[in-house]
């Protein structure tokens, strides 16, 4: 595809119920970082991959947060028993590069915890 | 740890009006500077970036000069237009450290006819 998608774009979820947020980066990019922005925010760091491989999930606020790339392309974000909190858009984004410098964003998946 | 500050909003101007947002940060050694902007109802989209000390990236009519001796970024336009209402947010990456991005907390503009 031309940029980076993501599913759902909006997520309605109980308070307690597990969620799955997809992101499918550009074709070829080596490097795909998940972001979590709350409202009136800039976005905050949750964690990064290098092909398939987890080089860092320093900002994931909890266990309940969880991310795989398993094939080092489409890469799914699960939030297990998700609380209020977890409210927020979450952000994807790309890059060609090793070394990241630009990096292409997806829209983000609007997450509503009731 | 590397973050970021930049001036709160919102900015209300009218166009043909000079913009400046600033843009200062702290970080170790010499981090990659950028300026992402977020228009109504889309995602974040690379405004412009700047890899060295001195280095001025433009991009759109948008100039900002990578200034180490101030640690500053500050995103300048010499005439703006309503076209150019949007959220406009400042970001770092640490040399040699993990590729994230670190992002201020965004400056809304809106710009009047």
């Known amino acids: 595809g031309a940029g980076v998608s993501q599913s759902p774009r909006y997520k309605v979820a109980k308070r307690g119920q597990d969620v799955a947020l997809r992101c499918d980066p550009i074709s070829g990019h080596v490097s795909l970082f998940w972001y979590q922005q709350a409202l009136g925010q800039g976005p905050e760091f949750l964690t990064y991959f290098q092909n398939e491989a987890q080089l860092d999930k320093s900002g994931l606020p909890s266990d309940r947060f969880f991310a795989e790339r398993p094939e080092g392309s489409v890469s799914t974000l699960k939030i297990q028993r998700t609380q209020q909190e977890d409210s927020a858009v979450y952000l994807c984004?790309?890059?060609?590069?090793?070394?990241?410098?630009?990096?292409?964003f997806g829209p983000g998946t609007r997450l509503l915890v009731l | 740890g590397d973050s970021v500050t930049q001036m709160e909003g919102p900015v209300t101007l009218s166009e043909e009006a000079f913009l400046t947002i600033n843009c200062t940060y702290t970080?170790?050694?010499?981090?990659?500077l950028f300026w992402y902007v977020q228009y109504p109802g889309e995602g974040l989209q690379l405004l412009l970036k700047a890899t060295k000390a001195d280095d001025k990236g433009s991009n759109k009519g948008f100039e900002a000069t990578y200034r180490k001796e101030t640690t500053s970024f500050h995103l300048e336009k010499g005439s703006v237009q309503v076209s150019d209402s949007a959220v406009y947010f400042c970001?770092?990456?640490?040399?040699?450290?993990?590729?994230?991005?670190?992002f201020g907390k965004g400056t809304k503009l809106t710009v009047n006819p």
């Open positions: 970080a170790t050694g010499y981090p990659s």
């Open positions: 984004a790309s890059s060609f590069d090793r070394g990241g410098e630009t990096q292409y």
């Open positions: 970001a770092l990456t640490a040399q040699g450290g993990s590729e994230k991005l670190v």
